[in-house]
């Protein structure tokens, strides 16, 4: 059974990532266990291309069930910017970039329980086909590429 997980009730949504800003819930599916099966963990549908704004979401909402997110990877193609540190109201976040990971890929890292690969999905996707992707991501049998995933949904009538 995978876990999806809306933080629109959890009194951490309201965590300014700037000045005057209200954090959005993240939109994140979880694979189940520590780990999923498949080569995802889980699957993230960020609201905007704007780490800055969409990271402080994410990792609070992973605090949760994976432990303190102290490190977040990404390859900068589909990013407007891609800062170095994020500030979380306890600590900062430490951004890292390489060209060579998949751009449709997000790595998070925690100093106490390891890594998670979460494939990102575009956020002018469909909910329709944000839905497909978040369960075949958090689903044992996900073997494709994270821009080969989301290119397969696409050729499947996707957007």
Do not use: C
Request: hydrophobic share 40%.
């Amino acid at each position: 059974m995978k876990t999806t997980t809306d933080f629109a009730t959890s009194g951490t949504t309201e965590l300014p990532a700037q000045p005057g800003d209200r954090v959005q819930p993240a939109r994140l599916t979880l694979a189940p266990g520590a780990h999923g099966a498949g080569a995802f963990d889980g699957a993230w549908w960020p609201r905007s291309r704007d780490l800055t704004r969409e990271l402080p979401a994410l990792a609070v909402a992973m605090d949760v069930p994976w432990g303190r997110i102290t490190n977040v990877l990404v390859n900068p193609t589909h990013w407007t910017a891609v800062p170095r540190k994020v500030r979380l109201p306890d600590r900062m976040l430490h951004v890292g970039w390489f060209a060579e990971q998949d751009p449709h890929k997000l790595i998070l890292r925690s100093y106490s329980t390891g890594r998670w690969d979460l494939l990102v999905i575009p956020p002018e996707t469909s909910p329709a086909m944000a839905a497909r992707l978040m369960a075949r991501a958090a689903g044992p049998d996900s073997p494709l590429s994270a821009s080969a995933l989301i290119e397969a949904e696409r050729d499947r009538g996707g957007e």
